[in-house]
T-cell receptor, first 115, second 112 residues
Framework: AQTVTQSQPEMSVQEAETVTLSCTYD???????LFWYKQPPSRQMILVIR??????QNATENRFSVNFQKAAKSFSLKISDSQLGDTAMYFC????????????FGTGTRLTVIP | NAGVTQTPKFQVLKTGQSMTLQCAQD?????MSWYRQDPGMGLRLIHY???????DQGEVPNGYNVSRSTTEDFPLRLLSAAPSQTSVYFC???????????FGPGTRLTVT
């Protein structure tokens, strides 16, 4: 079975500070993609960052970066210089390189950026 | 380019009623999926399609039907609504396996 675990249901961070959201996953497959999605109060799901499992280099996207540890099946998201607009639910997810392309989601972490 | 559109945004049904949630994308994506989002459970896959005329079940398919007659449209049908189907429903599409899935704005469905 494919599972994604986000062990931090809620987190908060001061504006301009750095925060790390954790994610672990379990799969017996070797080829997959990992994602972090953001869901603000508007309910829209927005892609934050994408990581290809066969690439050792950690993905970065402006203030967002990941720490991908394939052997440990860990995929954490670091948000630098947190902004009020980062307040949202954050979901970790993965999909396989072959097959249906459906996403397996974690239960989410609610992040609040405090002014 | 509207991306992924869903209608309606909100819907209230009585138990036993049927309805269709509409989903359309204008990006010529082959892959389309329906997810439901329940509190504390993340998103779970209901049905998916890898191209026109091809659909398959996801993790929680019971009580739902889909069809894919065109590349653009992927409607989700509730056959006989039940309170357990109260949820937020998202449609998504992607160009290919492993690529970003683009999500619609969601439909909040309440079954009384």
């Amino acid at each position: 079975a494919q599972t994604v675990t986000q062990s931090q249901p809620e987190m908060s961070v001061q504006e301009a500070e750095t925060v790390t959201l954790s994610c672990t996953y379990d799969t017996s497959e070797n080829n997959y993609y990992l994602f972090w999605y953001k869901q603000p109060p508007s309910r829209q799901m927005i892609l934050v960052i994408r990581q290809e499992a066969y690439k050792q280099q950690n993905a970065t996207e402006n203030r967002f970066s990941v720490n991908f540890q394939k052997a440990a099946k860990s995929f954490s998201l670091k948000i630098s210089d947190s902004q009020l607009g980062d307040t949202a639910m954050y979901f970790c997810a993965f999909t396989f390189r072959t097959g249906a392309n459906n996403l397996f989601f974690g239960t989410g972490t609610r992040l609040t950026v405090i002014p | 380019n509207a991306g992924v559109t869903q209608t309606p945004k909100f819907q209230v049904l009585k138990t036993g009623q049927s309805m269709t949630l509409q989903c359309a994308q204008d990006m010529n994506h082959e892959y389309m999926s329906w997810y439901r989002q329940d509190p504390g459970m993340g998103l779970r896959l209901i049905h998916y399609s890898v191209g026109a005329g091809i659909t398959d079940q996801g993790e929680v398919p019971n009580g739902y039907n889909v069809s894919r007659s065109t590349t653009e449209d992927f409607p989700l049908r509730l056959l006989s609504a039940a309170p357990s189907q109260t949820s937020v429903y998202f449609c998504a599409s992607s160009l290919a396996r492993g690529y970003e899935q683009y999500f619609g704005p969601g439909t909040r469905l309440t079954v009384t």
